[in-house]
């Protein structure tokens, strides 16, 4: 069950356990408290596994924190903040929901989604995979009676591969229903902290009343009775439902009001007789976090497109979940109304998976899907191919963009050409394999539809991709096999870039649009070692491809100071956007610490990008790494004009406290005061996720190992300046 981690090669790391303060201690990744592990963990094998694997320092240990996500875009009375967590002793995980002030500053815990499950009859949940009938495939209830007889093959698999009896089998499906009655008793399955999973790379999503920015015709869009306006009334009192993955094997819905869990999918393409995969695995003692299941963070849109149960286009809400790590596949859920959540809706509930099966193309999907209009008139699911597609054809290891109709898929079966197309970069081969990683898309005429498409790959390469065209076959990169941008050697392009329009051009040539993204990667064993500089960059696509480093301006570091955990970068560099002759193209900064790296999105609020970069402890016996958090100009990529957040902690964002004497602004020789442009975390609060902000609060979930989860929380100054980031795509188009 996916591309897991394996630190039992490493045979020195078995020191760390003696170089402990407290040996009998696992060391936490995200959260939960730490405890003793003998009494939770199945078996002499999994308690030294998991021991080793949470003092090891490698991916499952520093790469653990999600973003954080909220119940609104706005501060409004009653707004929540909800944080996955994971606990390394027993691999158990929590979804726990924490009211926000006013302010936006964090209060008190409002409910913990483990705790909840765990006192749910096992079956009473609403629990549904992806099975078939007749030949076809059908979303069924995740019970015995009606799962395939392949689905219980796997529950069947022992430890040993042989394969166990019906009662074995059943036995196992209850456990994943949240039976605890096996656990190291009866037939000895692993025991666990909670039925709920670690829920590891995966954020939350909160999905209340309808809310997005469709018109009511035109372009596409429908009207009369079947306009969005007339939906978003319709579905304006659902209930609120918060959508996260974990890897217990399912996508969980649980209701924002209390926690309840009202919905649990488990991704048929996870089944697996392998001794290494599988849901069986997750009953195994000796079960050690090499594998991962639902991993990706799920995204969720209207859609207008005929279902399953008929062939009448109306609106649904979508959710489109992946696996990340776990799986190279993806699949989509008709989440419109919460209420009609049973079991026996099941076949209108699961509208279809798209796998490797479908199209060896596909490798394991870390890049997190858009839903969009396209200019054919059909919604679509896009997303980048990911890594390891496994396909041995011409374009086989090539980075490649997908477009998935949603309606492509409800009957079961999938077509290339009619129910879904790719969109090759003719970058890479079958020997050497790219892959695409998470696409921003963008409206640029401003009729609800998409246009352009930006993507990274694992080459270094930013391609843009020109779909406005309203023939899906003319669809193509947009400056033929060129990228847009690439930069250097081994610079990774593995997260969402954000694109906004140009902070100070407005008379550029089409599409005026600025691109701001890092570098690096942290997927996988052999990352956490790479130590070639990364940066972060600011692109400017004004129609021109085939951009590169030296067609961009390059920011200094006017400090850099990781004991007084300060850095300012130059607020004066001038980038020569007018220029007729040595025109550049935006700006980058190279990350100076050994390994530095940014792995996850940035966000834009009003002229200034924020962006978190991590810093991996390689040493043996590491327990996590550092990291800082960035704030810089999405001019220049450098220290904001005035300071923009609390530096020194006093509560208040003043110049007195947030700036400092430095020179060298512009090339000047003379000490000015300047904003600060990033603040190192404290070291014991380990590597930083992504930026989220709310109101005037930054917060960052950090990766602290003994404490449990630390959450960064900064003051930002007041800015009614809409955070362009993290929004659904049709909020990107340019004026």
Same mark, same amino acid.
């Given at each position: 069950?996916?591309?897991?981690?394996?630190?039992?090669?490493?045979?020195?790391?078995?020191?760390?356990? %003696?170089?402990?303060?407290?040996?009998?201690?696992?060391?936490?990744?995200?959260?939960?408290?730490?405890?003793?592990?003998?009494?939770?963990?199945?078996?002499?094998?999994?308690?030294?596994?998991?021991?080793?694997?949470?003092?090891?320092?490698?991916?499952?240990?520093?790469?653990?924190?999600?973003?954080?996500?909220?119940?609104?875009?706005?501060?409004?009375?009653?707004?929540?903040?909800?944080?996955?967590?994971?606990?390394?002793?027993?691999?158990?995980?929590?979804?726990?929901? %924490?009211?926000?002030?006013?302010?936006?500053?964090?209060?008190?815990?409002?409910?913990?989604?483990? *705790?909840?499950?765990?006192?749910?009859?096992?079956?009473?949940?609403?629990?549904?995979?992806?099975?078939?009938?007749?030949?076809?495939?059908?979303?069924?209830?995740?019970?015995?009676?009606?799962?395939?007889?392949?689905?219980?093959?796997?529950?069947?698999?022992?430890?040993?591969?042989?394969?166990? +009896?019906?009662?074995?089998?059943?036995?196992?499906?209850?456990?994943?229903?949240?039976?605890?009655?096996?656990?190291?008793?009866?037939?000895?399955?692993?025991?666990?902290?909670?039925?709920?999973?670690?829920?590891?790379?995966?954020?939350?999503?909160?999905?209340?009343?309808?809310?997005?920015?469709?018109?009511?015709?035109?372009?596409?869009?429908?009207?009369?009775?079947?306009?969005?306006?007339?939906?978003?009334? *319709?579905?304006?009192?659902?209930?609120?439902?918060?959508?996260?993955?974990? +890897?217990?094997?399912?996508?969980?819905?649980?209701?924002?009001?209390?926690?309840?869990?009202?919905?649990? %999918?488990?991704?048929?393409?996870?089944?697996?007789?392998?001794?290494?995969?599988?849901?069986?695995?997750?009953?195994?003692?000796?079960?050690?976090?090499?594998?991962?299941?639902?991993?990706?963070?799920?995204?969720?849109?209207?859609?207008?497109?005929?279902?399953?149960?008929?062939?009448?286009?109306?609106?649904?809400?979508?959710?489109?979940?992946?696996?990340?790590?776990?799986?190279?596949?993806?699949?989509?859920?008709? &989440?419109? +109304?919460?209420?009609?959540?049973?079991?026996?809706?099941?076949?209108?509930?699961?509208?279809?998976?798209?796998?490797?099966?479908?199209?060896?193309?596909?490798?394991?999907?870390?890049?997190?899907?858009?839903?969009?209009?396209?200019?054919?008139?059909?919604?679509?699911?896009?997303?980048?191919?990911?890594?390891?597609?496994?396909?041995?054809?011409?374009?086989?290891?090539?980075?490649?963009?997908?477009?998935?109709?949603? !309606?492509?898929?409800?009957?079961?079966?999938?077509?290339?050409?009619? !129910?879904?197309?790719?969109?090759?970069?003719?970058?890479?081969?079958?020997? =050497?394999?790219?892959?695409?990683?998470?696409?921003?898309?963008?409206?640029?005429?401003?009729?609800?539809?998409?246009?352009?498409?930006?993507?990274? !790959?694992?080459?270094?390469?930013?391609?843009?991709?020109?779909?406005?065209? /309203?023939?899906?076959?003319?669809? =193509?990169?947009?400056?033929?096999?060129?990228?847009?941008?690439?930069? =250097?050697?081994?610079?990774?392009?593995?997260?969402?870039?954000?694109?906004?329009?140009?902070?100070?051009?407005?008379?550029?040539?089409?599409?005026?649009?600025?691109?701001?993204?890092?570098?690096?990667?942290?997927?996988?064993?052999?990352?956490?070692?790479? /130590?070639? $500089?990364? =940066?972060?960059?600011?692109?400017?696509?004004?129609?021109?491809?085939?951009?590169?480093?030296?067609?961009?301006?390059?920011?200094?570091?006017?400090?850099?100071?990781?004991?007084?955990?300060?850095?300012?970068?130059?607020?004066?560099?001038?980038?020569?956007?007018?220029?007729? $002759?040595?025109?550049?193209?935006?700006? %980058?900064?190279?990350?100076?610490?050994?390994?530095?790296?940014?792995?996850?999105?940035?966000?834009?609020?009003?002229?200034?990008?924020?962006?978190?970069?991590?810093?991996?402890? &390689?040493?043996?016996?590491?327990?996590?790494?550092?990291?800082?958090?960035?704030?810089?100009?999405?001019?220049?990529?450098?220290?904001?004009?005035?300071?923009?957040? !609390?530096?020194?902690?006093?509560?208040?964002?003043?110049?007195?406290?947030?700036?400092?004497?430095?020179?060298?602004?512009?090339?000047?020789?003379?000490?000015?005061?300047?904003?600060?442009?990033?603040?190192?975390?404290?070291?014991?609060?380990?590597?930083?996720?992504?930026?989220?902000?709310?109101?005037?609060?930054?917060?960052?979930?950090?990766?602290?190992?003994?404490?449990?989860?630390?959450?960064?929380?900064?003051?930002?100054?007041?800015?009614?300046?809409?955070?362009?980031?993290?929004?659904?795509?049709?909020?990107?188009?340019?004026?």
């Amino acid at each position: 069950a996916g591309r897991g981690i394996d630190y039992r090669a490493d045979t020195n790391r078995g020191s760390c356990l %003696y170089n402990r303060t407290d040996p009998g201690q696992a060391t936490l990744v995200t959260g939960a408290t730490s405890g003793t592990l003998t009494n939770n963990v199945s078996g002499t094998v999994a308690t030294i596994n998991a021991v080793l694997e949470a003092v090891a320092g490698g991916i499952a240990q520093s790469g653990s924190a999600a973003a954080v996500s909220f119940s609104t875009g706005s501060l409004t009375e009653g707004s929540q903040l909800y944080q996955s967590k994971f606990n390394a002793k027993d691999w158990s995980g929590d979804l726990v929901a %924490y009211e926000l002030g006013s302010d936006g500053s964090l209060g008190s815990q409002a409910w913990s989604a483990a *705790t909840r499950l765990d006192a749910t009859t096992p079956g009473s949940r609403v629990m549904m995979t992806l099975g078939a009938q007749r030949g076809v495939a059908v979303g069924t209830p995740f019970r015995w009676s009606a799962i395939t007889s392949i689905q219980k093959n796997d529950l069947r698999t022992e430890p040993n591969s042989s394969r166990g +009896n019906v009662s074995k089998g059943t036995a196992r499906l209850e456990y994943l229903r949240g039976d605890r009655s096996n656990e190291g008793k009866g037939f000895g399955f692993r025991v666990r902290g909670s039925a709920l999973g670690d829920i590891w790379h995966s954020s939350a999503i909160y999905v209340g009343k309808p809310g997005q920015s469709w018109p009511d015709s035109g372009g596409g869009f429908p009207d009369g009775s079947n306009k969005y306006s007339v939906f978003s009334s *319709t579905q304006s009192a659902r209930t609120p439902v918060v959508y996260v993955g974990a +890897n217990d094997g399912f996508l969980h819905g649980f209701r924002a009001s209390d926690g309840k869990e009202v919905l649990a %999918y488990a991704p048929s393409t996870l089944f697996s007789t392998s001794i290494s995969a599988g849901y069986h695995r997750l009953t195994d003692p000796n079960f050690n976090h090499n594998n991962l299941y639902v991993d990706g963070t799920p995204t969720v849109s209207d859609a207008f497109f005929a279902g399953p149960s008929t062939k009448t286009q109306t609106w649904h809400t979508v959710l489109a979940g992946t696996l990340g790590g776990g799986g190279r596949g993806l699949f989509a859920l008709d &989440v419109t +109304n919460p209420s009609a959540f049973r079991e026996s809706n099941a076949a209108k509930t699961v509208l279809w998976e798209f796998t490797n099966a479908t199209d060896a193309h596909l490798g394991y999907t870390y890049s997190r899907p858009t839903i969009a209009l396209m200019n054919n008139g059909r919604w679509a699911l896009i997303t980048g191919n990911g890594l390891e597609d496994t396909a041995t054809d011409s374009t086989g290891g090539d980075a490649q963009l997908f477009v998935i109709y949603l !309606d492509g898929g409800v009957d079961g079966t999938w077509t290339y050409g009619t !129910d879904y197309i790719r969109i090759t970069t003719g970058s890479g081969s079958t020997s =050497s394999r790219n892959g695409l990683f998470s696409p921003a898309v963008v409206d640029l005429d401003r009729n609800g539809t998409a246009d352009r498409i930006y993507a990274g !790959d694992l080459n270094g390469s930013l391609w843009a991709f020109d779909v406005s065209n /309203s023939i899906d076959t003319k669809w =193509s990169p947009a400056h033929g096999r060129q990228p847009l941008f690439t930069g =250097s050697s081994g610079q990774s392009i593995t997260t969402k870039p954000t694109v906004i329009r140009h902070p100070t051009v407005s008379n550029g040539s089409a599409p005026n649009l600025m691109v701001l993204f890092g570098t690096g990667r942290f997927l996988a064993d052999g990352d956490k070692t790479r /130590s070639n $500089t990364q =940066s972060f960059y600011g692109v400017w696509d004004n129609g021109t491809g085939a951009l590169t480093r030296s067609s961009l301006a390059s920011q200094t570091f006017l400090l850099n100071d990781s004991g007084k955990r300060a850095r300012v970068l130059d607020p004066y560099l001038k980038v020569k956007y007018e220029k007729k $002759t040595g025109r550049q193209y935006g700006w %980058y900064i190279d990350l100076p610490a050994k390994g530095e790296r940014v792995v996850s999105e940035a966000l834009v609020r009003g002229k200034i990008v924020y962006f978190n970069s991590i810093i991996p402890d &390689v040493s043996v016996c590491a327990s996590g790494g550092s990291g800082w958090e960035m704030s810089v100009k999405t001019e220049n990529g450098g220290s904001p004009d005035a300071p923009v957040f !609390d530096f020194n902690e006093d509560g208040a964002v003043t110049v007195s406290g947030d700036t400092t004497s430095v020179s060298g602004r512009g090339g000047s020789t003379g000490e000015e005061q300047t904003a600060y442009a990033g603040k190192k975390l404290e070291e014991e609060q380990g590597m930083p996720a992504g930026p989220s902000i709310i109101g005037n609060r930054r917060f960052t979930p950090a990766s602290a190992t003994d404490e449990g989860v630390e959450m960064e929380e900064t003051l930002l100054i007041t800015n009614d300046a809409t955070v362009t980031g993290r929004l659904s795509w049709e909020q990107l188009f340019p004026d």
